[in-house]
């Protein structure tokens, strides 16, 4: 049972990157899954999620229009798309899925830098 995160890297603000979230183990019990973001000095925070058989979204107030979760179950992998890229969005990113429980499915991994420059 393993969630793996890739895709970061340093960006211009106004720019774009995709994460990736590869979930390995048995997912066939998962209801959600998610993004989220742990800043400096910050709380780690849900940044968009989705849930894993009909493809509800839901997403911070803080990314609405501009970062896009995406699943694809046969491949048992997530993505983030994210544009229009700004400062304060730089973070460390990471995924893991929840049980309709809310019980989290899997350890958190060691995430995905993203910075974005002014």
């Known amino acids: 049972v393993q969630v793996v995160e890739s895709g970061g890297g340093l960006v211009q603000a106004g720019g774009s990157l995709r994460l990736s979230c590869a979930v390995s183990?048995?997912?066939?019990?998962?209801?959600?899954m998610g993004w989220y973001r742990q800043a400096p000095g910050k709380q780690r925070e849900l940044v968009a999620g989705?849930?894993?058989?009909?493809?509800?979204?839901n997403y911070a107030d803080s990314v609405k229009g501009r970062f896009t979760i995406s699943r694809d179950n046969g491949k048992n992998t997530m993505y983030l798309q994210m544009s229009s890229l700004k400062p304060e969005d730089t973070a460390v990113y990471y995924c893991?899925?929840?049980?309709?429980?809310?019980?989290?499915?899997?350890?958190w991994g060691q995430g995905t830098q993203v910075t974005v420059s002014s």
């Open positions: 893991n899925a929840q049980y309709p429980s809310g019980v989290y499915y899997s350890s």
């Open positions: 183990g048995t997912t066939f019990s998962i209801n959600t």
């Open positions: 989705i849930t894993r058989l009909a493809g509800r979204t």
